[in-house]
């Protein structure tokens, strides 16, 4: 499927010519896109003259870039000590279960949800914790996890 690049007009006219604008193009493309797709990338590789591999070498060392469509909610779980000794790999685990994620997946196949790591949330003190969009929760148990799930769902009719 061949992807429409016209909503990046503005955006590269923008930014043609100045020095240091990779990474605030990438983030404004993005946020247009959704992700940035390896045509995407090409597309302003071409556009720009700026090399493929410069733009592909800087969209993957920055984790804040998303190289696939990502669900409508983003679930974080905090991979940090106090999460860690608290079991968030139990919590992880339950999350893969509740969203029926195999091995290596990430984003539900309804697009609703994308699973993810980070190093810290900085609520130590509500260990273990996930952040679902911009909503915390915290001093979770991996049984717990389903009904957080049913609320996103609910919303969604589902």
């Known amino acids: ?30 946020q247009i896109m959704g992700y940035l797709s390896k045509d995407t990338m090409a597309y302003l590789s071409r ?3 700026i090399p493929a591999a410069e733009i592909y070498g800087v969209a993957t ?4 870039f998303k190289l696939k469509p990502q669900g409508k909610h983003i679930i974080r779980v905090c991979k940090g000590t106090a999460c860690h ?3 968030a790999d139990g919590i992880k685990d339950a999350l893969k279960t509740a969203l029926e ?3 290596g997946e990430d984003t539900t196949s309804d697009m609703l949800f994308t699973l993810t790591e980070v190093a810290c949330l900085g ?6 914790v996930i952040m679902i969009d911009d909503t915390t929760y915290g001093k979770l148990s ?3 996890i389903s009904r957080i799930l049913e609320r996103y769902a609910y919303e969604e009719g589902k």
């Open 47 to 49: 556009e720009l003259d």
């Open 85 to 87: 000794v608290s079991n």
């Open 101 to 103: 994620l195999e091995d």
């Open 1 to 30: 499927m061949e992807q429409d690049f016209s909503q990046l007009t503005e955006s590269i006219k923008k930014y043609r010519g100045k020095p240091g604008i990779l990474i605030p193009l990438l983030q404004e493309v993005q």
């Open 142 to 144: 991996p049984d717990g």
């Open 123 to 128: 609520c130590c003190s509500l260990a273990p």
């Open 61 to 64: 060392f920055y984790s804040m």
